[in-house]
T-cell receptor, first 113, second 113 residues
Framework: DSGVTQTPKHLITATGQRVTLRCSPR?????VYWYQQSLDQGLQFLIQ???????AKGNILERFSAQQFPDLHSELNLSSLELGDSALYFC????????????FGPGTRLLVL | GDSVTQMEGPVTLSEEAFLTINCTYT??????LFWYVQYPGEGLQLLLK?????DKGSNKGFEATYRKETTSFHLEKGSVQVSDSAVYFC????????????FGTGTRLTIIP
């Protein structure tokens, strides 16, 4: 158990809908990262937050957004969902910005029908 | 940009066989290198890491040596077990800029009793 929790574990929704994925980092970790794992794109970095502020952006679509709250949990919002958004979404956390190890949660599997 | 190239899978071996999964990278400077493992239905777990040239990471019988001259970080294990069946991801983190991980495509390993 990495100490990173993600909810829900599975999500099935329809095209055009909006969903929210939640992540709680390990106790004391200030950095949260979101990654997407899909069959065609592999594992890709989406976005990073550090202590409530956006730190870095990767291949994140404009339909997707994220935030990190004062209690350090993070949410990834996916809107106007398309079939191609079906993927496994991972959250990871690390202590700070000193390039510490990233620990991954179990992921949320999203299926868009 | 940074990239990681992994040995194509899937790989099928008999129990107690020797394992090598090749990984090479492209990056400027001195990135940190990682192997993550994903067991069926689970998230990513850090298997081992190396943060500078000639470092050897090891864990659970797996080893990988950071070779700057060949830009490689091959994963090896002397005697695999059925429980090692999983998908293995090689990843790098750049030595400067943001802290995101760049992953290879993953190698699915199946061990036959």
């Amino acid at each position: 158990d990495s100490g990173v929790t993600q909810t829900p574990k599975h999500l099935i929704t329809a095209t055009g809908q909006r969903v929210t994925l939640r992540c709680s980092p390990r106790s004391g970790d200030l950095s949260v990262y979101w990654y997407q794992q899909s069959l065609d794109q592999g594992l890709q970095f989406l976005i990073q937050y550090y202590n409530g502020e956006e730190r870095a952006k990767g291949n994140i679509l404009e339909r997707f957004s994220a935030q990190q709250f004062p209690d350090l949990h993070s949410e990834l919002n996916l809107s106007s969902l398309e079939l191609g958004d079906s993927a496994l979404y991972f959250c990871a956390s690390s202590a700070g910005l000193a390039r510490e190890t990233q620990y991954f949660g179990p992921g949320t599997r999203l299926l868009v029908l | 940009g940074d990239s990681v190239t992994q040995m194509e899978g899937p790989v099928t071996l008999s129990e107690e066989a020797f394992l090598t999964i090749n990984c090479t990278y492209t990056a400027t400077g001195y990135p940190s290198l990682f192997w993550y493992v994903q067991y069926p239905g689970e998230g990513l777990q850090l298997l081992l890491k190396a943060t500078k040239a000639d470092d050897k990471g090891s864990n659970k019988g797996f080893e990988a040596t950071y070779r700057k001259e060949t830009t490689s970080f091959h994963l090896e294990k002397g005697s695999v077990q059925v429980s090692d069946s999983a998908v293995y991801f090689c990843a790098l983190r750049a030595s400067f800029g943001n802290e995101k991980l760049t992953f290879g495509t993953g190698t699915r390993l199946t061990i036959i009793p």
